[in-house]
């Protein structure tokens, strides 16, 4: 693992939260800064009321993110699947979990089998992890990248700030390449090394490979209780997003004008104002369970995407609130009940 990769995805979710951290504080003092935040934030419904368009672009460039996501994405699981079958082979044995706990924990190793032996098995486990966790990651772009194309109906006078459009792309690059950083830098050097073989060999002088799906999932079946759990709270979020975008999508079928909003009713939007933010936020609780919580990179990454979402879901509900006197009072911004 090269340390400069990490350093660098820490930093630039640290760099990103911070901001969102700083003009979220109750302090008049900051309230140029909250509106200059929140100018880069505002899109959509909220972007619209105001008619400077200055360094602005059309919402439904929304797509280029989720087409960024998914070709990013898959690459690097395609990428780390590859690298994590040749070279981290475990399909004749399993993950020695309670050992690879005691590791993580600082705790010194008892068991009956050598420390190598140990070290071994964790790296193992950790690049198996990592495409699990760009598994979970490749379903959720995917599916966002469908409702993106056919479910959403944007307004075409709906626009986002352009620092906002261009926060996207870097987020969906930045994003899949914490799930597998620790593995990251070996799995490029393994695919120079391939291409690089193959340019000089040529392809007559590869030798053949044997595809056996088996010996692609095997590796998840050894996979613990932690990962299951986490990938379960993982699919929650995600059907509940799924089902709040569909609401939202439908909402514009039931309208007599471009630009007329009506309350959205169903599943979460019964409690708070912006479910299908709570539901991101449950989808990456999910990848933080099922990475172990061991990895402060994913850590950070889990800050920046609850602080954002935190920030935008309370700018929307105070739209809400303006723009509907019958709003109902039971809902709130994005945490139920509080």
Not at 55 to 80: C, D, G, N
Request: with cysteine; glycine share 6%.
């Amino acid at each position: 693992m090269e340390p400069g990769l990490v350093e660098l995805l820490r930093a630039a979710w640290i760099a990103g939260t911070l901001p969102i951290l700083i003009a979220s504080l109750p302090c008049s003092r900051l309230g140029s800064f909250h509106g200059l935040v929140f100018g880069f934030a505002r899109r959509g419904k909220i972007m619209k009321s105001s008619s400077h368009h200055k360094f602005t672009v059309p919402q439904r460039f929304f797509s280029h993110f989720y087409v960024v996501a998914v070709v990013w994405t898959t690459l690097l699981l395609i990428a780390t699947w590859i690298y994590a079958h040749r070279m981290a082979p475990i399909a004749s044995e399993p993950f020695f979990y309670s050992d690879l706990g005691s590791y993580l924990a600082g705790r010194s190793n008892t068991f009956s089998f050598h420390r190598s032996q140990l070290i071994n098995s964790e790296n193992k486990f950790r690049v198996w992890l990592s495409v699990f966790l760009l598994l979970l990651m490749e379903v959720q772009v995917l599916r966002r990248l469908f409702e993106t194309l056919y479910v959403f109906k944007y307004s075409p006078s709906a626009r986002m700030h352009i620092f906002g459009y261009l926060t996207g792309p870097f987020f969906y690059t930045a994003m899949p390449l914490t799930l597998c950083c620790t593995c990251a830098p070996n799995v490029f050097k393994f695919g120079t090394s391939e291409v690089t073989e193959f340019i000089v060999k040529g392809r007559s002088s590869m030798q053949a490979i044997e595809f056996d799906w088996w010996d692609f999932v095997n590796p998840f079946s050894k996979l613990g209780w932690c990962q299951w759990i986490g990938a379960a709270i993982f699919l929650w979020g995600w059907i509940h997003q799924h089902r709040c975008h569909a609401i939202l999508g439908s909402l514009r079928e039931h309208v007599g004008k471009v630009d007329e909003y009506v309350i959205p009713r169903g599943d979460w939007f019964e409690i708070v104002s912006s479910p299908h933010y709570l539901a991101e936020i449950v989808i990456y609780a999910g990848i933080v369970f099922g990475s172990g919580g061991a990895d402060l990179t994913i850590w950070l990454l889990f800050g920046f995407v609850v602080s954002n979402l935190i920030f935008a879901a309370a700018e929307t509900h105070r739209w809400y609130l303006q723009k509907f006197d019958n709003y109902p009072s039971n809902r709130v911004a994005i945490i139920p009940f509080v």
